[in-house]
């Protein structure tokens, strides 16, 4: 079983796949996401008039941090450093569309930590807008695109 799980030990049990025999290379990931909201809390948000405050800013913040705690929230991932992540908001008709980059020079990829930074920003704005818009839904959170490490380039492909 271990064989065939990179995660699983000899016994079954989970473990932390041991990377330091592997080179240090330049690693980013890309993840969206999206909040979708009430057409009165895009237009609360456009005017910049959420009473909680500046709601795309709080998110863009808590997106950074995120990125940052990902060993402390999942359980198997390697503590890395982040040497940049770059979190965009943009308001939508029907919400607001997360993009989430994070970069390191590392033994093990980043895609965690954007999947985190989208989270964290979206769950961030959801905060923010609570009182207008008790509704709002987080959805269709992914990596868009990994570069470095054994497999180079992957993107997700178009979607028919």
């Known amino acids: 079983m271990g ?8 016994r079954g049990s989970a473990r932390m796949v041991d990377v330091s025999g592997k080179s240090v290379s330049a690693r980013s990931a890309t993840a ?11 237009e ?4 910049g008039e959420i009473p909680k405050g500046d709601a795309l800013s709080v998110a863009r913040v808590a997106g950074i941090m995120g990125a940052k705690r990902v060993p402390d929230l999942v359980p198997l991932c390697h503590p890395i450093a982040l040497h940049g992540v770059t979190v965009d908001l943009v308001i939508e008709d029907a919400g607001v569309a997360i993009v989430a980059t994070t970069r390191t020079a590392d033994r093990t990829g980043v895609e965690m930590e954007a999947l985190t930074s989208v989270t964290v920003a979206a769950l961030a704005l959801v905060d923010m807008v609570k009182a207008v818009d008790p509704a709002a839904v987080i959805t269709d959170v992914r990596v868009e695109e990994k570069i470095g490490g054994k497999t180079g380039v992957w993107r997700r492909a178009e979607e028919r």
């Open 3 to 10: 064989s065939e799980f990179t995660h699983l030990d000899e």
């Open 32 to 42: 969206t996401g999206f909040v979708r909201l009430s057409p009165a809390c895009v």
């Open 44 to 47: 609360l948000l456009r005017a």
